[in-house]
């Protein structure tokens, strides 16, 4: 695959998101088939792999660090600090970015992940009761003592950004961005190429919407995220099919599929732009991984633009309690 650049950082142009096989879309599939396709998709060619404390929680990194410690020099590992986890049920119990708690967070996460050290590490979302200098010191201090390779964020705000990099330099900021979710576009994205960060789209794929293989008809397990988004009703499922048809549309002339038109579209917004995609299927890696070899021209970037600026998505992006903790 050909690479691109977050910061200093050099990662496979698309990178992978290990989240769903923890049980966010249902049951979480068998260890070993998990295993075998984190590993496929480096055979494929991937580099950047991306996980979290929450996911599970615990037990995703865990997965990763097992499935990648065959060819850790060959891989980037991002993961995510931010929260308090009850030990004993797994529950959110909020946030927390103390300088103390991400010490011991990045501690136990090096031990989940079998590594001595973790390529990027993000604060998950922006904690309003701890400075973010105060983050970004702490981390700085951790780069500093070799436990962390680079500093990222997730979901922050251009100003929170913006100070963050001040203390130590921020190598790339992870947002949902997508054909259907295009927040950051007004601020954050022109910050990061302003002071030369890169960007990270999760939900690359409309958490699988985009696809087309999402009928407006589908229902969800009441353990599967898509179940309490306002994206997911069956209403705004049904609404928001004009979004889905049209890069159906460009998929048939491009003879491609529409998850690779999907995500051909985030490779084409900027350089510095290295969309990470989830499937537990390694036919599904490979399909998208494809999307590499799609081009789309500048007519072809502003005939989509056309039609999206006629299209009103329908529904929030993310349920209220979680939406409310992004852009701080």
Not at 1 to 19: C, D, P, T
Not at 41 to 70: C, R
Not at 236 to 259: D, R
Request: charged share 25%.
């Amino acid at each position: 695959m050909r690479m691109r650049k977050l910061g200093a950082l050099e990662v496979s142009e698309l990178g992978f998101g290990v989240l769903s096989f923890a049980s966010a879309h249902g049951q979480a599939p068998e260890w070993a088939e998990s295993i075998r396709v984190i590993r496929g998709a480096h055979d494929l060619g991937v580099t950047l792999f991306d996980t979290a404390e929450i996911y599970g929680p615990w037990t995703n990194e865990t997965l990763l660090g097992e499935a990648l410690a065959p060819v850790r020099d060959q891989v980037v590992i991002a993961t995510k600090f931010g929260f308090d986890v009850d030990p004993t049920t797994g529950e959110r119990l909020g946030l927390n970015s103390k300088p103390e708690h991400i010490k011991r967070a990045t501690e136990a996460m090096l031990r989940r992940l079998g590594t001595d050290h973790i390529d990027l590490l993000y604060q998950h979302r922006v904690d309003p009761n701890v400075p973010i200098e105060d983050v970004a010191g702490t981390v700085k201090d951790l780069i500093a003592a070799g436990k962390v390779r680079h500093f990222g964020l997730s979901e922050a705000a251009a100003g929170t950004i913006r100070r963050a990099h001040a203390v130590q330099p921020v190598a790339a900021v992870q947002s949902e961005y997508s054909l259907w979710t295009r927040d950051p576009e007004l601020e954050v994205l022109p910050l990061c190429e302003e002071l030369g960060i890169g960007f990270v789209p999760w939900g690359p794929l409309g958490t699988g919407f985009l696809t087309g293989k999402v009928a407006s008809t589908s229902s969800f397990c009441a353990n599967d995220v898509r179940a309490g988004s306002p994206r997911f009703t069956r209403e705004a499922m049904e609404a928001n099919q004009a979004v889905v048809e049209l890069v159906e549309q460009f998929a048939t002339a491009k003879s491609a599929t529409a998850a690779q038109v999907a995500l051909a579209w985030l490779l084409a917004r900027g350089s510095s732009i290295v969309p990470i995609f989830g499937t537990r299927r390694l036919d599904r890696v490979k399909e998208n991984l494809g999307a590499a070899e799609v081009s789309l021209s500048d007519e072809d970037m502003a005939a989509i633009e056309a039609r999206l600026a006629r299209i009103e998505v329908t529904g929030e992006r993310l349920p209220p309690a979680i939406l409310k903790l992004s852009y701080r």
